[in-house]
């Protein structure tokens, strides 16, 4: 491959590079471009564009490196990692307007807004990238009390297939920003966002263990507390793999972020001491930033992921769930609702706001494993996705036809399809959960 053209500062790493394996190596799998190119900005990511399109290269881009999707080897791939653009910078700080660089991991954001006091709703660990969270649509602790990260983004700079330097916001190409939310990387490199961020400073974060003997009737009394708790408190409800002849646990992990006018912390997590024998309770308060965790992959294993939004956490989904669980399985489900839900479907490209809860599957087995066998593992997981109303795609790790229908209902992708014939008519951004830029067919075909 070629790099003639390519902006002579910016960081190139070919297979066989020192710190090749390093920088495509991802939290769940690992690629291997032919090339990977760590632009600086707008000019340098536009020329690497160019360069792709000149030799017809495939091009996927990489902010934290969490996907769960796998693409495998590609020498006709130039992967654009946008490690090099990682600024964090307060625009105004009476509107608590923040902007961020695609590159820059959500612990980054964190450390740098916490002495505002200010936070913003998106990701659990400390090395998420903003970028590709954000474009799925940004779960995180405070989606309950702020929404998606998308609920808080006000504008966007993007890098288009053609090397045009575009803001995006409700006044500036608004089907663009329409799309951006929700939609995925599916229409251009973008460079940075602008984020309102909330007042947040010190919350009440922290664990209660229970005994699951009975994991149907936990979930369901936890569904019932959460149904009405304040937006303030959110939390989720984790089966880990369950090893035989060991006591069964679920543990809940709750974020209480008030404000002067929030309910007590201690008020509004006390219901969840009553819904199970409890075996331990680690709960404290400490800052937003703190809370988000060092994620380390376990090695020698592959991690398959998968998820489901539904609409009621019943007792159905419920036993479907607990069939899921097994010895390498795990599932966490996360409560929604409150500010998440209070968005009009149809505003964002995230259109699920009726979910109740976001269940995600585990599947842990040997890094050899082969694909049939993995689908072979994940047939228990069936029976919660025939009950789910949706995907979310930062936490699916397939990309078919069928997931795509789950990620985005037809009136959602159909508008997709259409931002996309607008601003990536070939199709160059398409390593991703990608919506095809026709009229007919907007799909992934198996």
């Known amino acids: 491959m070629t790099t003639t053209m390519m902006p002579r500062a910016v960081e190139l790493l070919r297979p066989g590079d020192d710190g090749y394996d390093g920088a495509t190596r991802g939290f769940y799998t690992s690629a291997r471009p032919g090339l990977l190119v760590r632009p600086r900005g707008p000019d340098e990511i536009a020329a690497v564009l160019a360069r792709a399109a000149h030799d017809d290269l ?8 969490h996907s769960p999707l796998e693409h495998g080897p590609d020498p006709r791939e130039v992967m654009i990692d946008l490690t090099r653009c990682d600024g964090v910078e307060v625009l105004d700080p009476v509107r608590r307007l923040v902007r961020v660089g695609s590159g820059a991991t959500w612990g980054r954001v964190a450390a740098a807004l916490d002495p505002f ?30 929404g998606l990260a998308i609920d808080n983004l006000v504008g966007a700079r993007v890098v288009t297939a053609d090397g045009r330097l ?15 939310r929700g939609g995925g990387g599916n229409v251009g490199v973008v460079v940075d966002l602008d984020f309102v961020a909330r007042p947040v400073g010190t919350v009440r974060f922290g664990t209660v263990t229970y005994r699951a003997d009975d994991p149907v ?8 507390v959460m149904r009405s708790a304040p937006d303030e408190l959110s939390s989720t409800l984790a089966l880990p793999p369950h090893t035989p002849g060991a006591t069964p646990t679920a543990t809940v992990l709750v974020c209480h972020a008030g404000g002067p006018d929030a309910a ?10 009553r819904i199970g024998t409890v075996l331990g309770t680690d709960i404290g308060s400490c800052r937003y930033a703190a809370i988000l965790e060092d994620a380390v992959p376990p090695a020698g294993v592959r991690l398959v992921v998968r998820n489901a939004l539904v609409t009621s956490l019943d007792d159905a989904v419920a036993a479907a769930i607990a069939g899921f669980r097994s010895g390498r399985t795990a599932v966490a489900v996360r409560s929604l609702g409150g500010a998440f839900a209070r968005v009009p479907s149809d505003a964002t490209a995230f259109a699920h706001r009726d979910a109740e809860a976001m269940v995600v599957g585990l599947l842990i087995v040997p890094s050899g494993t082969t694909g049939p066998e993995v689908e072979g593992a994940l047939v228990p997981w069936r029976a919660v996705a025939d009950r789910g109303a949706g995907t979310y ?21 159909a508008r997709l399809a259409a931002a996309k014939r607008a601003y990536d008519p070939g199709n160059r951004f398409a390593h991703n959960h990608n919506i095809r830029p026709t009229h007919d067919d907007p799909g992934v075909r198996t």
């Open 58 to 65: 495939r091009v996927s881009v990489r902010s934290g490196g």
């Open 117 to 146: 006091d200010w936070g913003i709703s998106a990701g659990d660990t400390n090395s998420v990238g903003v970028g590709g969270l954000t474009l799925g649509g940004g779960v995180g602790w405070m989606v309950r009390r702020d």
């Open 166 to 180: 575009l803001t995006a916001s409700e006044h500036e190409n608004p089907e663009l920003f329409w799309a951006l």
């Open 217 to 224: 009737a936990l979930l369901g009394r936890w569904r019932d």
């Open 264 to 273: 007590t912390p201690d008020a509004a997590i006390e219901p969840l001491f």
């Open 393 to 413: 795609v930062n936490f699916q790790g397939s990309a078919t036809a069928e997931d795509l229908a789950a990620a985005y209902p037809p009136r959602t992708l």
